[in-house]
């Protein structure tokens, strides 16, 4: 069963633009969310990360919103940039600090 | 910026070969981690150490896969003998606390 779920699958924005990124999760004991960015050939970045007990995180021009009622957070990032193009993966994980991804959402920002 | 260092980053073998790749997780970080990402950026969580001793493993990592985590020496995960459908991006990441540092990967491609 997939822990974790994100939506849309791919997602094309124009420059200056606000990219919502969406996910889901099932196992509610998940305390931990954070959000890398995967350029191709390379490994996934830590972008921005929020825990259960909050409900936004903000850095930048990156933004976390988390309902834990729901199990649903978004990753949305204002004034979207060619550079942000890139493949962003929401992760969950529990105590035991074994993380799960979801599959990705394949952000194409247009000049 | 993550300190994780993977070597080496592509690696192509025959099938039936050994595969072995290197991880360095960055200093002071207790656990370490192994993680198999395919072609379709699916992650497969592999295996995980804390201080050279292992927490976690899949099936598959303790059938055909050798990894350990010894004290003043990289960390290695092994493939005893490459299987086509073991070609993925191999992900070693490291952590202090809940926040997971990734390397660049080591591309494994099995002909």
């Known amino acids: 069963q997939q822990q974790v779920r994100q939506s849309p699958q791919s997602l094309t924005v124009w420059e200056g633009e606000t990219a919502i990124l969406n996910c889901s999760y099932e196992?509610?004991?998940?305390?931990?969310f954070p959000w890398y960015q995967q350029f191709p050939g390379e490994g996934p970045a830590l972008l921005i990360s929020i825990r259960s007990v909050s409900d936004k995180k903000e850095d930048g021009r990156f933004t976390i919103f988390f309902n834990k009622r729901e199990k649903k957070l978004s990753l949305h990032i204002t004034d979207s940039q060619p550079g942000d193009s890139a493949t962003y993966f929401c992760?969950?994980?529990?105590?035991?600090?074994?993380?799960?991804f979801g599959d990705g959402t394949q952000l194409v920002v247009k000049p | 910026n993550s300190k994780v260092i993977q070597t080496p980053r592509y690696l192509v073998k025959g099938q039936g070969q050994k595969a072995k790749m290197r991880c360095i997780p960055e200093?002071?970080?207790?656990?370490v981690f192994w993680y198999q990402q395919n072609k379709n950026n699916e992650f497969k969580f592999l295996i995980n150490f804390q201080n050279q001793e292992v927490l976690q493993q899949i099936d598959m990592t303790e059938k055909r896969f050798s990894a350990e985590c010894p004290s003043n020496s990289p960390c290695s995960l092994e493939i005893q003998s490459s299987e086509a459908g073991d070609s993925a991006l191999y992900l070693c990441?490291?952590?202090?606390?809940?926040?997971?540092?990734f390397g660049k990967g080591t591309r494994l491609t099995v002909v």
């Open positions: 200093k002071g970080h207790p656990v």
């Open positions: 196992d509610s004991t998940f305390n931990y």
């Open positions: 992760a969950a994980s529990d105590s035991n600090n074994r993380i799960f």
């Open positions: 990441a490291s952590s202090l606390d809940t926040e997971v540092f």
